[in-house]
């Protein structure tokens, strides 16, 4: 079926009927991925409202680089050889509140999902905590990598050496693990704007809360 654009596989019964359990089905974006997700099923649409993968790159096409808002960039086909790319989300229930983060790590056919209750945190925080905990994954420095994040908090505090005045040390922390990579940069995405792995990132931060709560 399709959920905010994109494909995803959607649990049914031998009838092919949605499997509705307590007001919701199960969906995965990638049969592989061990990670569920569940939604409401008046969420879910045809197979064919599901956006083309070019037509998806297209847009995303014209989403601005964070080192320069005039760089016009296509995901795609704008990114690096070997470029391992790290989807991040943060999320807060009541900021501060309960928080949760979700990261996507993606370089060629592998890929690892990262879903963590971290307490009781602002959702700036989360967002600061996803990216550490993406970076920290990694084995390689000497690969390119690109973050794609939609905190522009984050990004700036990350790249243009912004002073923080709260999450000093955590900043501090990530800004040093940077300095390992040869090549590393973040890319500014729009959030909720059906870009699939970003969808998946704030799936697993926002389900982190649920699990840590329960």
């Known amino acids: 079926m399709s959920f905010k654009g994109n494909k995803v596989w959607a649990q049914t019964d031998l009838n092919n009927k949605l499997l509705v359990e307590k007001g919701k089905v199960l969906i995965k974006y990638n049969l592989k991925q061990d990670y569920e997700y569940r ?7 045809p197979e064919d409202q599901a956006v083309p993968a070019k037509k998806k790159s297209k847009e995303a096409s014209r989403k601005p680089d964070a080192k320069s808002s005039s760089n016009k960039q296509n995901f795609k086909t704008d990114l690096p050889e070997n470029c391992i790319k790290i989807y991040t989300d943060g999320a807060s229930s009541g900021n ?7 990261a996507v790590l993606i370089y060629g056919e592998k890929r690892k ?7 009781s945190a602002t959702n700036n925080f989360a967002e600061l905590t996803a990216i550490k905990a993406g970076l920290g994954e990694l084995k390689r420095v000497d690969l390119p990598v690109r973050i794609f994040s939609d905190s522009s908090y984050s990004i700036g ?7 923080p005045k709260k999450n ?9 693990l940077m300095k390992k990579f ?4 973040f890319i500014k995405v729009k959030g909720h704007s059906g870009i699939k792995e970003n969808e998946v990132a704030d799936f697993l931060a926002t389900s982190a809360i649920k699990k840590g709560l329960v």
């Open 39 to 45: 939604v409401k099923p008046e969420s879910l649409n």
């Open 96 to 102: 501060p509140g309960p928080a949760g983060i979700g």
């Open 113 to 119: 999902e990262i879903s963590k209750y971290i307490g």
């Open 157 to 163: 505090l990350l790249t243009k050496n912004w002073k």
């Open 168 to 176: 000093q040390e955590l900043v501090f922390e990530i800004r040093a």
């Open 182 to 185: 040869s090549d590393l940069a």
